[in-house]
C-alpha cells in the first residue's frame, strides 16, 4: 500500500517574527497588550505604563527583567513579543570622538547611525529613515544608493537605544546626558517615511521614556513641499532645510526633486511651518561647493531668498567622495560667504567635518563601508586562492 502526502494545504508563508514592542506608540503598546491577550482591556493601560517604563527609561531587553510586573505576564510578553537589539555589524569610534554603528536589522537591512560629540546641548545622533534614497542629490554619496525600503519605527527608534546602550546612558538620565539631541540627517528623505518618522519622535520624546525634547530634534527636509506642515503640525520638531542653491537652475542640478517642488513653493512652506519664530528657528544646510554655489553673490541671494524668516545657516564643507567632479570651497570663501550671512543677521556657523577617519562624515554613510567590506571579503577571497 502507498500513501502520498497532500501538501497542498501547507502555506508557503513565512513565519512573521515576533513584535518587538520598541517601535509602539503608548497607545499602540496598550492595543498589542489587550490583542495578545497578556492582560484584560480594563488593566491594558497600567500594564502598558508598567511595560514602557522598562524599555524606555531603563532600556531592558529581557522581559524576566520587568521586576514589577508578574512572572506569567512575563511569560506572555516573551511568548508574542521581543525586546531584541539588532545586530551590530560594525562600531568605529573616531579620533575626535564621533561613534559610528553599523546596525543590521533584518536580512538585507542595513543602517547607519552616528553620534557626534559636542553638538548642541552635549552630543546629537543622526539617524536614518530608510534604506537607501531616491533623491539622488549629486553631491551627496549616501544618495548614490538606491532605495531598499522605508524604515519602521522600531528600525529607528533601535538606533538611538543602541547609541544609548553603548554610551551607558540607562535609566534616562534628565541631567549631564551625553546624547541631548537627535537629528534625521542619515540616510534617506525623512518625510517619504513620515507615519513611521512621526511614531518614532512620539516614542523618543516621551516624558517617562527616553525624553528627547522635540525641540531637541530636528527633522531635515531636501523639500518634499505638500509634507512640510504636517510634518510641523504631527512631531513640533525642529526644521531643517537641504537647500544648497539660492536658484532653481542650481538647485535642479544639485538637489533634482526642485524640479517638482521648486524654490518659491517651498520658502512658501516653510513660512507656514506651525510655530514658527525665535524660539523655534529653521535651519538651512548649505554645503560648500568650490566654484559652483560658494561666490559672495550667491551669499546675497541667500540672504535674499530667507529674509523675514526665523533661521540660521549651517555652512557645510563638502565631504569629497570618489567619482566626484566636486570640490571643497576654499576655507578663505567659506569664512568670507557666512562673514555675509552673519552682518545680515543670520547665524552662520561652519559645520567642523566630524568622523572624516571613519567615514561617519555628512553624506558619506554606508556607502563606503559597503566598499571597504566588499574590499575586504575580495582580499581574503583572493588570498584563500
Given at each position: 500500500m502507498s500513501i502520498t502526502l497532500d501538501l497542498s494545504r501547507v502555506s508557503n508563508a513565512a513565519v512573521k517574527p515576533p513584535v518587538n514592542l520598541s517601535?509602539?506608540?503608548?497607545?499602540?503598546?496598550?492595543?498589542?497588550?489587550?490583542?495578545?491577550?497578556?492582560?484584560?482591556?480594563?488593566?491594558a493601560k497600567m500594564r502598558a505604563s508598567q511595560v514602557w517604563s522598562w524599555i524606555h527609561h531603563y532600556g531592558v531587553t529581557d522581559f524576566?527583567?520587568?521586576?514589577?510586573?508578574?512572572?506569567?505576564?512575563?511569560?506572555?510578553?516573551?511568548?508574542?513579543?521581543?525586546?531584541?537589539?539588532?545586530?551590530?555589524v560594525e562600531r568605529q569610534v573616531s579620533k575626535d570622538g564621533t561613534r559610528k554603528w553599523l546596525i543590521r536589522t533584518a536580512p538585507g537591512i542595513e543602517i547607519e547611525t552616528v553620534y557626534i560629540p559636542d553638538v548642541g546641548r552635549a552630543g546629537a545622533l543622526c539617524v536614518s529613515?530608510?534604506?537607501?534614497?531616491?533623491?539622488?542629490?549629486?553631491?551627496?554619496?549616501?544618495?548614490?544608493?538606491k532605495l531598499?525600503?522605508?524604515?519602521?519605527?522600531?528600525?529607528?527608534?533601535?538606533?538611538?537605544?543602541?547609541?544609548?546602550?553603548?554610551?551607558?546612558?540607562?535609566?534616562?538620565?534628565?541631567?549631564?546626558?551625553?546624547?541631548?539631541?537627535?537629528?534625521?540627517?542619515?540616510?534617506?528623505?525623512?518625510?517619504?517615511?513620515?507615519?513611521?518618522?512621526?511614531?518614532a519622535i512620539d516614542i523618543i520624546s516621551d516624558n517617562e521614556g527616553i525624553a528627547i525634547s522635540r525641540r531637541r530634534?530636528?527633522?531635515s527636509t531636501s523639500g518634499v513641499v505638500p509634507m512640510i506642515p504636517e510634518l510641523g503640525e504631527r512631531t513640533g520638531t525642529m526644521l531643517a532645510i537641504s537647500?544648497?542653491?539660492?536658484?532653481?537652475?542650481?538647485?535642479?542640478?544639485?538637489?533634482?526633486?526642485?524640479?517638482k517642488y521648486p524654490l518659491d513653493q517651498l520658502m512658501a512652506a516653510i513660512r507656514a511651518y506651525p510655530g514658527l519664530g525665535n524660539a523655534k528657528r529653521v535651519t538651512f544646510e548649505y554645503v560648500m561647493l568650490k566654484g559652483v554655489n560658494d561666490s559672495p553673490e550667491e551669499a546675497r541671494a541667500l540672504v535674499k531668498l530667507i529674509q523675514g524668516i526665523p533661521a540660521k545657516v549651517n555652512l557645510i564643507p563638502f565631504n569629497p567622495w570618489p567619482g566626484t567632479d566636486y570640490q571643497c570651497s576654499d576655507w578663505k570663501t567659506i569664512e568670507a560667504f557666512a562673514a555675509i550671512l552673519n552682518r545680515a543677521g543670520y547665524a552662520s556657523p561652519i559645520r567642523t567635518p566630524r568622523g572624516r577617519d571613519i567615514l561617519a562624515a555628512c553624506g558619506q554613510l554606508k556607502s563606503e563601508s559597503e566598499k571597504l567590506r566588499a574590499s575586504a571579503i575580495r582580499k581574503a577571497e583572493q588570498a584563500a586562492a
Open positions: 517601535g509602539l506608540t503608548r497607545a499602540g503598546l496598550r492595543q498589542a497588550l489587550i490583542d495578545a491577550n497578556v492582560c484584560p482591556p480594563e488593566k524576566a527583567a520587568m521586576s514589577n510586573v508578574a512572572k506569567d505576564m512575563q511569560a506572555k510578553l516573551a511568548a508574542h513579543f521581543t525586546l531584541a537589539r539588532p545586530e551590530i529613515s530608510q534604506v537607501g534614497c531616491t533623491l539622488n542629490c549629486t553631491f551627496c554619496h549616501t544618495g548614490t544608493q531598499v525600503r522605508n524604515l519602521t519605527a522600531a528600525e529607528i527608534v533601535a538606533q538611538v537605544q543602541v547609541a544609548r546602550d553603548d554610551l551607558e546612558e540607562w535609566p534616562s538620565p534628565k541631567e549631564d546626558r551625553r546624547l541631548s539631541n537627535i537629528v534625521f540627517m542619515g540616510m534617506g528623505e525623512p518625510l517619504y517615511n513620515l507615519d513611521n518618522v512621526s511614531d530634534i530636528t527633522v537647500l544648497h542653491a539660492t536658484n532653481d537652475p542650481l538647485r535642479d542640478v544639485l538637489v533634482p526633486l526642485n524640479k
